[in-house]
């Protein structure tokens, strides 16, 4: 041993520089001849290279310090009311540091997660903190709280969390040798948070174990709540995009959905999918991609394209498959055989590639599994063969592009087909086949776009709309020398923009369509009337309730001639004019409607037929309109029975009655039963149809009029503003339920005591289609408005939607 | 009162290199204080950028400090390898302050996935520091490397150019450097 005075290192360091410059091969002859020449440095010298051989085995000083510039300039730094203390973690949001109170008033330690992002001007700071009280209002147990949300000064958002000390959940879970049941219970705590948000309409987006945390006390905290909501609409990076950005390493998507992963629409089922992902860590210890690593694209593929191998197959395949059942505390065998039925099938069942496929919500999911803790039989059954066969089919339909290519296939060939048939037509037999065909194929078209519903297709409805655009342009000019080819595929592609929700556009393609075919065919040609009546539907979609009773009294008239007054067409007829008359406020007019067609469709159709089933369902809602809540509700509970046992729980007819039904008890009072029921709608509704359509709409709306109705002010306002946000969006601010909306967050202000806003957006609604549904008089004696009454300023609102509601009718 | 006027860098840096140590140390504190300025007003303006890189943050302190004090200014090399030195000392007294706290149990870790991937514990940082101060004495020059490579994140290619050496002598002196703390670390862990 020896040590290095500054002298000795003087003396020995040109020496090193010699035989650090030499390959190592040479090294050691020229330390012999070293040795001769400084017998008394030599010894030295060859300390100091083995000392060389030591830095790369352990990598000394290789990685600088961690980058501490951040940390060393806002240690102390004073943020709104908090202290920064020090830095306890960074995600890829942005830092997150552990503070207390500067002014001393709680001693209590919070978390301050800055948010690596500009809200952008225009009331993005505004829209910033607004969004953060609501989530402050996300309270739960096993949610960590938001106290705050705010900006630096230099306009930095930050929020201010509840500090969680604690460990993430599948670390605890090893640590603690939990079995099986045990880490279901503390998953169904998880699960028990994700539900309440959900309830709240905020979709987690990014549930992974660092955002699960379990305290020494055996609580299950879940961290980042809605912070994506927070972000401005565009900023947020989806999993896809952070992988081609950041080429893997810590952003790998591993808890990511398809959807998020193919920048699909995120939904609640994006939260079901991220939950199935972490109960599969948790039970076999492993990734449902298989053992890593996974290069970022590999992930990808495997998230969107490869089943998942199932959790029981895989604790036994594992390297470590010991280890892994010890930490179970168990045996391999017999994890395998605990994993084995049931809990492979609800893993199956969250892990769908489909959202749609997947757990309706996080409840049913919850509820599966609370059956398996009790051994009772499970609501899901296993994948059939028909399933794994159909596997093909749902993957493409996934693929955006590819779907795009297969609908222009389509349409080219449905073109071509149906110019066959028309000259196929002389040679009658083939004619019939080819006609048959055709029909099959614009079957095919339609439900093609009917099927994918809006949340799946948002990221591809550009795609399908453009393609529509294209298609509309070749029908003006391919196919003008066969116009009723032409009409026929006008009516299916309205067909299409409407179950796109895309109305305008549809409504231009059918009135063509009636044009064309009223000239080809004649007035009273069944497929002018069948075009006549997609119009009317759709006229009354577009809130244009007028111009669709005239229409459609039109159409019922030749309907009645034509066809005969027991068609089922003729049945629809009287059914949708029903509803039209009912939108209006005509409740006596559609209540006589409805019975007709209710009647006639029983005796033609049977009690059962679907469409019997939508009469039914037309009714009782009219009924409840017309205030006999007690006969409505009896209606209505009768329908929901035949149609959950002959259509489904997921059939939008179910749905409309669930929703009649919720409305009604609410009427009555039940508050308790009709939220229930009506959040269930929601549920099924956002997945089914996607959150922006506008029977979701409507749905978000009567959800927030029974939350209201229990004196939850705020979150019947949050619930509104959410709504008229899209339906401003979607439908356009003159569309009547946008005015609904703002209608009904008027009457949440009059009852929160602000007059002033009350009087603004009752204005408002007034002002843009309010009066096309409701009398001067009905706001007048609204009980939500008491509080106005007497208000000369109300009195005046009144005499205007007096004349508003004049002028609308002399239109 | 009138503030004493501060002689500008050029002027402290001279007195330095004439071995006047009252310059050394109001040389450092006037680079840790523009150092420190400097930080804080990029973390103001970006927005809390995720890491604000030593080596960036000198590179604006000598192109600032540069353009006020005008065609005097010493050479950047000799600017680098002092503001390195104030660099490793903000550092250094950082990592001091956090393993004070985290034994005082004030600090406590939840999911700092980014400090069990630092390669060097705060403890150990503390011994770099010390034995770096000794191989000033020894070889100031290899010290000045460990400065601007370890701390402050600049390439061999940069410090190459900032010394007008070539990269493999670079490479060479960083190898002496580790030789030596290496050396120097164990040691004093032994004795």
Known sequence: MFTLSPERWQEISPYLDQALSLPEAERAAWLESFRAQRPDLVDVLQELLKEHGALAREHFLERGPMEPANELFLRGRTIGAYRLISPIGQGGMGSVWLAERSDGRFDRRVAV???????????????????GRILGQLAHPHVAELIDAGLTPNDEPYLVLEHIDGEPIDQYCDQHALNV????????????????????????????????????????????????????????????????????????????????VTAGAITTATDVYALGVLLYLLLTGRHPAGPGPHSPADLVKAITETEPLRASDTVT????????????????????????????????????????????????????LQRY????????????????????????????????????????????????????????????RERDRANRVTEFITDMFKVSDPSEARGNSITAREILDKASKDIDTGLSKDPEIQAQMMSVMADVYDGLGLYPRAESLLTRAVEIRRGVLGPQHPDTLESKRLLGWVLQEEGRYAEAEKLQRETLEDDRRVLGSDHPDTLSSINRLSGTLMLEGRYAQAETLAREAFDGKQR??????????????????IIRMEGRYAEAEKLLRETLDIERRVLGPDHPTTLSSMY??????????????????????????????????????????????????????????????QALDISRRVLGPEHPRTADLVYNLGCIAALKGDREQALALIREAVDHGLMARLGASEIEQDPDLKSLHGDPRFAALIAHAKKQAASQSSH | MPLESEPNLSALM???????????????????????????????RQGLPITLGATSLLHQAYLEIAGKDGTSFPDRARFMAYAAGVMRGLIIDYARSRHAQKRGGLFEITSLEADAENAVDDRSLAQVSEALDEL?????????????????????????????????TVQRQWEKARIYLHRKIRTDLES
């Not at chain 1, 169904?188 to 699960?212: G, M, Q, Y």
């Not at chain 1, 391999?332 to 893993?347: A, M, S, V």
């Open chain 1, 317 to 368: 395949s594992a390297d470590d498959a010991k280890s892994v059942a010890e930490k179970r505390a168990t045996a391999t065998e017999k994890l395998r055989r605990q994993l084995r039925g049931d809990l492979d099938t609800i893993l199956g069942k969250a892990l769908k590639k489909n959202p749609r496929e997947r757990y309706g919500s996080v409840v049913t999911l919850a509820d599966d």
């Open chain 1, 181 to 260: 049941d045990a880490r279901i219970t503390l998953f169904l705590d998880v699960l028990s948070a994700v539900t309440h948000a959900h309830a709240n309409l905020i979709v987690h987006r990014d549930i992974k174990p660092s955002n699960v945390l379990v305290r020494n006390d055996g609580q299950v905290k879940l961290l980042d709540f809605g912070i994506a909501k927070l972000l401005p609409s565009g900023e947020v990076p989806s999993p896809a995009t952070q992988v081609t950005l950041e080429g893997g390493g810590a952003l790998t998507p591993y808890f990511a959905a398809p959807e998020q």
């Open chain 2, 14 to 44: 001279e007195a330095a290199e004439r071995g006047d140590s009252s310059a050394v140390d109001r040389l450092f504190a006037a680079l840790y204080s523009e150092l420190r300025r400097l930080a804080r007003r990029e973390l103001g």
């Open chain 1, 373 to 432: 803790l009790k051994q009772q039989p499970i609501s899901t059954r296993p994948d059939t063969l028909r399933y794994r066969t159909a596997k093909f089919v749902r993957r493409n339909r996934t693929a955006v592009a590819f779907a795009a290519l297969a609908l222009v296939a389509v349409i080219a060939g449905l073109a071509g087909t149906l110019i066959q048939a028309r000259t196929a037509r002389r040679q009658r037999d083939s004619a019939v």
């Open chain 1, 113 to 131: 997660k800055f948010l690596n992002f500009a809200v952008g001007a225009q009331g993005g700071a505004e829209r910033f903190k607004r969004e």
């Open chain 1, 660 to 721: 009649n039904l919720a409305y009604t008890l609410k009427e009555e009072g039940h508050y308790a039963e009709a939220e229930e029921l009506q959040r269930e709608t929601l549920d099924i509704e956002r997945r089914v149809f996607g959150p922006e359509h506008l029977t979701t709409l409507t749905s978000m709306n009567v959800l927030a009029l029974i939350v209201k109705g229990q004196g939850r002010y705020a979150e019947a306002e949050t619930l509104l503003r």
């Open chain 1, 604 to 621: 033609v159709l049977g009690p059962d037929d679907p469409s019997t089933l939508s009469s039914m369902n037309n009714l009782g809602g």
């Open chain 2, 136 to 168: 000033a004495k020894a070889e100031s020059e290899l010290c000045e490397i460990v400065d601007l490579k370890f701390f402050c994140g600049f390439t061999f290619a940069e410090i190459a150019a900032m010394r007008t050496v070539s990269e493999r």
